[in-house]
Structure formats: C-alpha cells, structure tokens
C-alpha cells in the first residue's frame, strides 16, 4: 500500500515538473501554474496513448499483446526523429511508475511481459534511475535480440549503461569480501535483479557492434568493446566499408590510454589491416609497436611486387636495413638500403633549383644588417691573413663551417671544404680540424661512392685531427643509408683501438652514427672492448657507450646495457665515495628505492641527499661530463620499451650520488617517450618541483623527459607548453637553462609563433646558458623552415652579442639549423603519419644532452657531437614513382591536415590547400592528397616516396585526359 502511494506521489510530481516545462509562454498571470493548452491531434494521441496504457494492464493477454504492440510503433515512430521531445514519451512519462508496478505483477510465464520490459528500457532513458542502471536491467528481461528498432540514442544509451554495469562488477569482483558492504533494501517499485551477468552483457553487445559498424558510428562500437575488455571481436565485423576509420581511430585512441592497453589497441589494428591486405598500413602499425617478427611477417606475407616496394621504401624510412636478410630482389634491396636516396633528394634540388651552392655569409647578410658586425667568417675563408686578423677567428671559422655543412647537406658540393684549393680544413685549429673533416660527411651526406673517393685522403692526413674528421665523416656519409660492401666497417673498425683518442673516437663515434638503428652483431664486442681497456678516457669510454646506444636502440639488449650499469656503479663509488649510514643517509636510500613514485617526501628526501652529499657536487660538469653519455647510452637502450625498462631501473638504485638520480631519470624519460602516458609526466614535474641547492641536474633531464613524453601528440604539446611556462617562473636554473631546449625539441621543425616569443624573449636572459639554449631552441623550432621570422630574429642577435663568443657561435649554428639544406631538409622524430623514429630520437636526445653542459661540449672541444643531428635529416618532400620504380610527375593538393578521425561521412582531409606538381616539399603539419583520379597510390600516406598505380575507373576527357578530382 505505501508503495502505491509513494509510485503515486511521484507520479504527481514528475507530471507537476513536465507542465512547468512545458508551459506556454506568455499565457497565464505570474505565479500561475496553468498546464499546457494541446492542440487537438496531441489530445487524440494524449488519449490513444492512454488508452494503450490501460488496455496493456488487461487481464485479456491478446489485448494486452495488441496494446504493447501498438504503443511500441508509437514510440519507435516517434524516436526516429529527435529534433523535439518525442510525443509519446511526453505522453507516457505520468504513466511510467504505473506500467512499472504491472510489469512486476506480471507472471513469467505471460508472452507479452518481454515486449512490456522492452517498451519499459525504452521509457526508463528519460525517466529511470540513473543509478539504477534501469534501461539496462529492463532490456535483460525483454527481448535481447530485437535492438535496433528502437533508434540510435536508445542503443548509445544502453551502451553507456552496459559499460557502467561492466566496471561495477569488476569493481566488486576486485574488493575484497571484507570492504563489500551489505545492500540496502531499494526503495524503487521495481526490485531490479540482483545482478547482471557478463553473458548477459556480451549478448546485448553481440546485438549492438553491428547495428554501430552499419550506421556509421563505428567509434562507439569500439567504445563500447573497449568498456567490456573484448575489443578483438571487432575484427569479426569490419569491412572495405568501415576498416578505414575503425583503425583510425583505435590508432588514435593507442595515445590516450593506459599501458598494456595501449599496445593492444595497437595489435587489433593490425589484425584489421592484415584482414583487409592493406600491407603498408599493417607495416606501419607494427613499426609503432616496435615488433620486428610482426615487421617481417608482414613483408613475407606480400607476394605483389609493387606493394613490397611501397613496403621497402617505408622500412628504409625507419633505418631497419637488418630486418629483411633474405630480400634476393636487387631491386627491393636497393629501395631497402636507401640506395638511391642521394640520386632522389638532388632530383627533387634540380626541381627547385636550389642546387647551386650557398655559402654561410648568403644566410648571415651582416653586411646589410648591422656593418658594426660584419666580421664575416666567411670572408674569412678568402684570405689566411684576414682570419688571422679577426678577433677570435677560430671560433668564427668554427661556425662557419657548421653553418656551410647544414646549408649545403645532401648538395655534394660546397665553395669552402669539399674545394681543396682553399684548405679550409687547415684553417681551424686542433679539435676544429676535427669537425671542420667530419662537415664532408654531412655535404656528402647519403653519397657514398662519391663521398668515400672524397673523404679518402684525408684518412691519411699526419693531422691527428683531420683523420679522426675524416673517420667521423665516414660514418655521418652512411647515415640513413648501407651500402652493399660495407666500406664503414671496413674503414672505421681498423682504428676503434688506436692510441690516439681523438681517432678512437672519431672511429666509434662514426661507427655509432652509421649502423645507429641496426643492432648489428659485429660492432658489439670491439665496441665494448673500450670498457675493458685501463687507459681509456672517460671521453672515449661516454662515446662508445653512446655509440652502443645508438645502434641497439630500442632493442633493451642485455649484453650491452649490464657493462654499462656496471661501469656507473663503479664510477660512482669512484666519484662519490659513499658515506657513512647517518638517518640523513638512510632517508636519501629509501627515498632513491622508490624513486619511480612522483612523491613529495621523494623530493624532499632527494634535497637532502643534495645538501650532504657534497663531495659529488656537480660530479657531471668538467671533466666527467661525458660519464652522461653512459647514462643516455642505457636510456637509449630502453627507448619507449615501457615498463620493460622497470628491471634496470631498480638495480640503478645501486648508482650513487648525483650519477644515480641523473641514470634513473635519463632511462626512465627513454623508456617512456612518445607515450604521453600523464602519470610519468607527473612524476617528471614533481621532481622539478624540488630546489635544490646542488646535485640537480637530473632537473634538467626530467624538463626534456616532459617534452619527450608529450611529443607527437598536439593535445600533449599543448598541456606540456604550458608547464614549461610554470617552470619558468618558478623553478630552479637548472631547470631554466633546459626548458628553451625542451620547447625546442618539442615543436621541432615547427615555428610556432607562441614558442618562438617565448625563446626570443629568453634569449636576452641575464644567465649566458639560458639564452645559448634559447637562442639553440630557435634553431630547432625553424630547423629547415628558412622561416623569415625566425631568420630575423637570429640577425639582430648576430649583432646584439657580436663581442660574445659563445653565443655568436649559438647564433651562427642556429641560422644554419634553420636553412638546412636550403629549406629542403628538416630535423624530424616522427614519419608517415605517427610513426615515431627511435634514430632520430636518439641523435636528438644526444645533442640536447650535451646542450645541458654546453661550455664543456660544443662551446668546448666537443663540438663534433652536434653532427649526430644527422640522424634525424631528411628530405621533408613527397616524390612520386609507377610500379617500375621510374618518378612519374603528378598533381597533388598539399594543404594543412585536418584530423578527421570519429568524423561521420568524408570530411576534407586538408584545408588551405595548393596544388603542386610532384616532387614536391611537405611541411610540418601538412598532408598531401592526391588532385588526379588517374592514379591509386599504394600507400594511404602521402609522405616521402610512393608508388602509383594506373586507376582503371579514372574518368577522362574526350581527349582521352584524366580528369581532376574535386575537393
């Protein structure tokens, strides 16, 4: 009896709320409440609708039975269009208490109580218990098999409800028996059922995916298999129809979930693409999931020639030269070692024509800008006596050749080095020598039949410092690129244990640039022999470590990263002799072991270690600055391999001192770079929260760890930027001096005009090393843009710093950063679309490590190191080839790219385009789509080097001319 009063009360009172709303405006005084005048075809379906209420109550079953069925069609009629609220809901909202009660008097036994539990899950969107899941447990009880009937907002709303039940019970499942506390009696008029089973849910969810895959929103079928944790049975249901835009956005979704889920997202996606025999897609998604069985499976399993060379050309891309050891084909060989790439980068120069050599002085324009400074280097390079005459001519030389080995990259040819009647090499001194040699390997770049002819005399040169140029040469000639015998080994493993250093490591250094990305078996054990020798630098031993790094990297090898851990536990105790177990000391261990946990008593007991901890302070800068390379060498090692990296990090706990908190963060920003995974970010923003007086330069390291884990993601970017801003204002200069360069790896390539005020406005800054490493970020942001802004921006702090060494030379690297290639090359970690390149990364992350000490590196006699950018240079163009490999010229659209994944229908793909001719440069953030049906490209990715076949529906003119198509 008080059940019937209170579903009355309550009737009573949702009626009173639906007049309020529905009231007529402007009828009636204030303070009225006047119920809503129906026109009279709403009273007739007022009155039909309540006449099917009170018939569906009957004790006759076959009237009952024609009642349900009739306000079913009703209310199925009405929801198909939900541009208002539906009059039949309207209607039967004062009734839904009332068919409630009756439903629960119904026996099981009567037929038509599955059509009123269905009209019931219909009715209980709008007017059920949110948290009694009510849609749901009425549908249960209904007919589960007929759903699609009742519209698309009933399905998107049992789906959100079906994925709420899912997660309560695996909640309940995961407490507990003590913490589940006993269920209070439910005051609702309908005692739902105790439980919903997970068979039960998996056979609504059975009904639902392909009423989705059928109507376009194949993203809530996926949303839902995800909720339910059985996202592989949507590859049962995918099509030519929808494979595209299910992979697309699961692809997107791979960024913005936990891990391992992460990497499974990624693996239906491959199984989608692998069902549907789309090779180049499947490839690249392996690529991301870093699998190389999965890579060669996919290579094996393509038997059309065409589409395994769109394959090569992608897995050139990536520098996996080792991968495929079986390729007889010559030709797919070729396209796999990047044979050609030096014939297809001055073919798209030629198209340009920009083939003529520039010299540094064509980019500094200091005659024009500001005649106070026009001590040109490059008039230098004229005359001995003029360099001899300029102040600090060395250094000017220096960055002259820098400038003139990035403006003419990839050109073979120059008017300073490659020329020997200037003796330009000889106009350097010492360690300039040295890059000035090694600026042929990068004028050659890719070349290396012409390069070796050139650079081979000088490996005989009696200047120790030339041949060590030259042997680093070598290996910058071969980046990105194998050659079939193999010349770099050849010449390079002869001298990896020579008696002099600076040839020791021009070898390995060499040798690390050209097989970087190859895990090549030959190079490990000579290379690791350096550990072993008593008389090795620390120098020599930091860049045979970061040599071993960058050639197994992402592989987490064992055999190379146990020496390396080894060789920091033992320096460390060398450098900081532990001390004795104070509370103090005790504090700091425990502290370190949990050293993975963003806490604050973490900080806190890092800033205490710092402060007793003084004999290790600064133990990284001078003459043990490359010990860091050693750290970075095992981070790249471990490069995006995740919670695979957990192992290394724990026996890290052994390294002392500041050493160890440097290694710990240094590997634990590899591990996860290009996951965005938010809790890791966290934890690298709480140790940049401590201040710390000394031993803080792992801050500087966890700066870069933000950038790298938010990369290649524009939402990432963004959340990133803006914390980079707070650690500006607040941090310490540790952490002042890396964030310039954070931002600057952050928007590589991209001249955000946001980021570039903000590093022109550091660039002023009253600390030398933050305005080096800001004037450096501009450089990285307009890195092969020829970006005027940018540009401009360097010339007037070419003049403002003229009396200043260092940061003229910063200013000078930077202009030749940003016309590398003269606007044809550019620095990128990121290729078809998402793909991230872990050689590119590594070389990036070399230099920005060395940036953090930049008096005793490239300010110092370590410039060389900035040669490993090479690893992330290449053509940012798009060159089109037919099926023999032959370059065909084709219209394209190159606009900017517009993300259009979860998007209905076919949305535009571009906007603000132009239409090109290939080849054809492609800048950052831009895609191109092809403006011609006569051709169908293998590859869905417009980036780099594509094959095209003939389209046999093109349409043509009457002249027997393929039309364009229409955006």
Known sequence: ????????????????????????????????????????????????????????????????????????????TATSSMTSVPKPLKFLRPHFQTLKTFFNTMPDSNPNKKSLADILAVLAITMGDENARESLRFKIQGNISQISPWGHEFIRNLSGEIGAEYNASQDAAAAPPSATPSTPATTTTTPPPASVSNSQLLQLVDQIIPFNMTHNAEPEACDLLMEVEQLPRIIDHVDTTNFERVCAYLIACSSYVPEPTDTETLKVALDVYKKMEKFPEALRVALRLNDKDEIRSIYGSCYDKTVK??????????????????????????????????????????????????????????????????????????TTAGAGAAVDSARANLSTTFVNAFLNAGFNTDKFVIDPETKWIYKNKEHGMMSAAASLGMILLWNVDLGINIIDPYLYSREEFVKAGALLAIGILHSGVKNESDPAFAVLSEELNHSNPQIQIGAILGLGIAYAGSGNEMLLEPILGVFNDPNASTEVVGIAALALGLIYVGTAEPRVSEPLVLYLISKSYEIAPPEPATPATSTTTSTSATGAAATATGAAGAEDKAKDATPAESVLKGAN?????????????????????DTVMETLLAVQGELGL??????????????????????????????????????????????????????????????????LQYGEIVIKRSVPLALGFLYLGDPDVGVMDTLSKLSHDGDSEVAQSAIFGLGLLGAGTNNARIGNLLRNLAGYYSKEAGHSMMVRMSQGLLHMGKGTLSLSTYHSNGVLHPVAVAGMLTVLHSMLDIKSTILGKSHYLLYTIVTAIFPRMLMTFDKDLKQIPVSVRVGQAVDTVGQAGRPKTITGFQTHTTPVPIGYGERAELATDEYLSVSSTLEGFVILTPNPNARRSKSGVALRTSI
Do not use: W
């Open 1 to 76: 009896m008080s059940e019937k009063k209170e579903g009355s009360s309550s009737s009573e009172a949702e009626n009173k709320k639906v007049n309020d709303k529905t009231k007529v405006k402007g009828k009636g005084k204030p303070g009225e409440n006047e119920p809503e005048e129906l026109s009279e075809e709403d009273k007739r379906k007022k009155e039909e609708l309540e006449l099917l209420v009170t018939r569906s109550q009957d004790e006759n079953p076959e009237l009952q039975a024609v009642a349900l069925s009739t306000m079913a069609k009703e209310i199925q």
């Open 662 to 727: 440097y290694s710990q963060t240094t590997v634990e920003t590899c591990a996860y770079s290009g996951t965005g995974n938010v809790l890791k970010a966290q934890h690298l923003i709480s140790l940049c929260a401590a201040h710390l007086e000394n031993q803080s330069l792992h801050q500087g390291i966890a700066v870069l760890g933000i950038s790298l884990i938010a990369m290649g993601e524009n939402l990432g970017r963004e959340m990133a930027a803006r914390t980079f801003g707070n650690l």
């Open 625 to 645: 600055s490359f010990i860091r390379f050693v750290s970075l060498g095992l981070g790249l090692l471990y490069l995006k391999r995740q919670e695979e990296a």
């Open 309 to 382: 060379s769109q394959l090569a050309f992608i897995l050139a891309r990536q520098n996996l030269f080792e991968v495929i050891t079986d390729e007889d084909d010559p030709q797919l060989q070729a396209i796999l070692f990047n044979t050609n790439l030096s014939d297809h980068f001055l073919a798209l120069a030629r198209e340009l024509n920009v083939t003529e050599p520039r010299t540094p002085e064509d980019v500094y324009k200091e005659g024009a800008d500001n005649p106070t400074t026009s001590r040109s280097a490059a008039a230098a390079a004229t």
